[in-house]
């Protein structure tokens, strides 16, 4: 699905304008509207992948650890950690991202969730079980008193205009 945004933003909203030639539709802040032609001279394309909608919401949180696929020479896996109270790192000051994402493809809305901060690596060695019969690969650790925020931003409509002001 080609999508292309006008080199100049909308003289009403002050908002980017982005033209989507599958569906024919002329967007920015004040709506959309169906157009049958636009002038592409004034308008660049962009690339195929996921685009943010308005803003990211940030929440920090208390650790974040991911366990990597690849095994090692000697047959352990590779735990990726962030972790604000870390006692190999110190504070490694993990945070959640959230935003809402637009992908072309079907034109669906997502709401993902990044961790960003530094993270350091373990060698694991005190697993139980087997980590690749490990139903799960993923842990983020979230403080209770973020969670009426994150809700709250979650609850958000990001094809309304209104909830990003």
Request: aromatic fraction near 14%; proline fraction near 7%; charged fraction near 30%.
């Amino acid at each position: 699905m080609p999508l292309y945004r006008r080199k100049f933003p909308c003289s009403v909203c002050g908002k980017p304008v982005y033209w989507d030639s599958d569906r024919q539709l002329l967007s920015c802040g004040c709506g959309d509207f169906k157009s049958t032609f636009v002038n592409l001279e004034h308008f660049e394309r962009l690339p195929k992948f996921d685009r943010k909608f308005w803003r990211s919401e940030v929440f920090p949180i208390d650790c974040a650890k991911f366990l990597s696929n690849e095994i090692l020479l000697d047959g352990r896996q590779i735990l990726f950690i962030s972790d604000r109270n870390s006692i190999v790192a110190g504070n490694e000051d993990p945070k959640l991202v959230a935003r809402w994402i637009h992908y072309p493809k079907d034109d669906k809305i997502q709401l993902c969730f990044a961790i960003s901060g530094s993270f350091h690596t373990e060698k694991i060695c005190y697993n139980q079980k087997d980590p690749n019969q490990w139903n799960e690969r993923i842990w983020i650790f979230l403080p209770r008193e973020i969670i009426p925020k994150l809700i709250e931003f979650m609850q958000k409509d990001p094809l309304k205009l209104e909830n990003w002001m």
